[in-house]
């Protein structure tokens, strides 16, 4: 899948109802070497910044996510890989804030704080209007894509 297609589906998925999470880590479900439905699943309490409590945006741990596949770090006592996994999480998170001027979700939502509640809102065209998050997940998505070309 090319970095275009990769970004077009994550903000697809984002429409059609999956939190930003989700979105963008189904997009990689291949990466992962898991069947969508399992990482929609796995991924379902990060969307909203962490079960809708704004912290950190959901592409961004996504991302980290991916980044364990990339670069696994699964030998307690390999520091190097450790290293390698924390600097690809650093760099992408990096340049998604360049991007996009925060890595929290209340900040890209333009919130003061979080809404006090966990229902999640309605996807209305109204909502799609005000949100920024499907581009937010192609993005994301697209930062990952490219971290995959040159790997």
């Known amino acids: 899948m090319t970095v275009e297609e990769r970004e077009q589906k994550a903000g697809e998925l984002f429409k059609a109802g ?11 479900a291949d990466v992962l070497g898991m069947p969508e439905d399992e990482v929609a699943r796995l991924t379902s309490g990060f969307g909203g910044g962490m079960g809708r409590m704004r912290e950190v945006c959901g592409t961004i741990s996504a991302m980290t996510m991916i980044a364990g596949a990339m670069i696994p770090a699964t030998d307690v006592n390999d520091k190097q890989a450790k290293t390698a996994n924390y600097a690809l999480v650093q760099e992408m998170a ?13 900040e ?7 809404e006090g509640t966990p229902v999640p809102s309605d996807r209305t065209p109204e909502y799609y209007k005000k949100r920024p998050c499907g581009e937010l997940c192609s993005i994301a998505a697209g930062i990952v ?4 070309e040159k790997k």
């Open 18 to 28: 999956y939190n930003c999470c989700q979105s963008v880590a189904m997009t990689f």
């Open 94 to 106: 990096d340049e998604f804030k360049q991007n996009c001027g925060s890595i929290l979700c209340r």
């Open 108 to 114: 890209l939502l333009g919130l003061s704080k979080p």
């Open 145 to 148: 894509a490219r971290k995959l």
